[in-house]
């Protein structure tokens, strides 16, 4: 694999919210993830609840691909095939993006050192050193990955740990970029917790590096969306705009359109499959008036009401499921616990995800974003957390 930019298509000013495109080839074919997008979420390289053909009929283009799910044994029994990742996950028409611990969530396990981090496995806990991670990808050969970091597990750090977890986040930087082969990209992790002049250093030592672009922790906070957001609003405003920014733990639709008002171009995508786990079907629009009413963004198929509802989920949904059969049906498979219920879900919850970022792209090129997600935000009800100027002017790149 070779070859790799970010090209920015649209840009407000003041710089916010953007339009691009990541370009990447692999197997001498280059391929384009659009931004606003996201990466996948998977579980030991599988997107839950999906088997890959049902995978290959949803819009997808990347996945985020976690190396603790591959943990149990070091090294891992993946790394004894050397065809790289994603021959091994059978994954190979996919962006595929590595990182060390799972986006999703973030248990509180032994503290790290200056030589290795801690993970969580099936068969306990693990400790991985910089130059076993990169070693580790040297064989994966993914797309792009994120560099090791000192994630904070402890929930009211001081000052002092904080500020060692940036400069072990660094240093193990400089030691990834020194170590990983031509051709794999690293995105360097942005830190600080919660400590305003700490993520202000580590955006603005990160930006110094030679990294292809930047990952913002926020699932190691244990704070809410919003107060996770301003956070990485701090961040953000120190990191160069001609760079891709991942965030993780803004997953819930609201968010993701406040993070795009902040510039953030790809979001950490676990929030369908946490949908579906709950039975949860979808049902949120990007519309010109905005989100109907707060219980529209999703419908709950363990309600007995829908026991005899033979609409599809969503209407003009162009999902499998939404073509295929109906809210009555899906509600069976639930009670009966039958597994297909959730591949169903999925099924649908995924396309429809990825669709709300589609109608987001369309709106930045139609210019009616701001207006669109405004309302959207309002509908929500979190509306005391919009910093949002009105009117925003587009510059085309």
């Known amino acids: 694999m070779s070859g790799f930019s970010f090209n920015l298509l649209k840009i407000t000013d003041p710089s916010r919210f953007r339009l691009g495109q990541l370009i990447f080839s692999r197997n001498k074919q280059e391929k384009i993830l659009d931004t606003p997008n996201c990466f996948v979420y998977t579980m030991r390289g599988s997107v839950p609840h999906l088997t890959p053909d049902n995978l290959q009929i949803i819009p997808v283009d990347s996945l985020g691909i ?228 707060e219980q529209e963004k999703f419908i709950d198929l363990w309600d007995n009401k829908y026991r005899t509802d033979f609409r599809p989920i969503l209407n003009g949904c162009k999902c499998y499921a939404c073509q295929n059969h109906t809210r009555a049906y899906i509600f069976h498979l639930l009670v009966a616990h039958e597994m297909l219920a959730t591949v169903l879900l999925m099924s649908h919850n995924l396309f429809h995800y990825l669709q709300f970022f589609k109608d987001i792209r369309k709106s930045i090129n139609n210019n009616t974003f701001t207006n669109n997600a405004m309302q959207f935000i309002r509908a929500s009800n979190i509306t005391d957390e919009i910093d949002i100027k009105p009117n925003f002017n587009y510059r085309n790149y």
């Open 66 to 293: 976690t190396l603790e799910h591959f943990l149990e044994a070091q090294p891992p029994t993946s790394t004894h095939f050397m065809g790289g990742i994603h021959k091994f996950l059978n994954l190979e028409d996919y962006l595929l993006f590595f990182d060390v611990r799972d986006s999703s969530k973030l248990l509180h396990i032994s503290f790290n050192t200056d030589k290795y981090v801690s993970v969580v496995t099936n068969q306990g806990c693990r400790k991985v050193t910089v130059e076993e991670y990169v070693r580790y990808m040297n064989i994966y050969n993914p797309d792009i990955f994120a560099s090791i970091s000192d994630l904070i597990t402890d929930k009211n750090p001081s000052l002092k740990r904080v500020k060692k977890s940036v400069d072990r986040t660094l240093n193990w930087l400089d030691e990834t970029l020194e170590q990983i082969k031509e051709g794999i990209h690293v995105f360097g992790v942005v830190t600080g917790h919660d400590k305003h002049e700490e993520r202000v250093r580590s955006a603005q030592e990160t930006a110094n590096r030679n990294v292809a672009g930047f990952v913002l922790n926020g699932f190691d906070l244990d704070v809410t969306s919003k107060e996770r957001l301003d956070l990485m609003k701090i961040s953000l405003k120190h990191l160069p705009k001609n760079k891709p920014r991942v965030a993780y733990g803004l997953g819930a639709p609201e968010y993701v359109l406040l993070g795009i008002f902040e510039g953030i171009d790809i979001f950490d995508a676990s929030y369908p499959s946490e949908q579906t786990s709950l039975g949860h079907a979808l049902t949120f629009l990007l519309l010109e008036n905005g989100i109907q009413n």
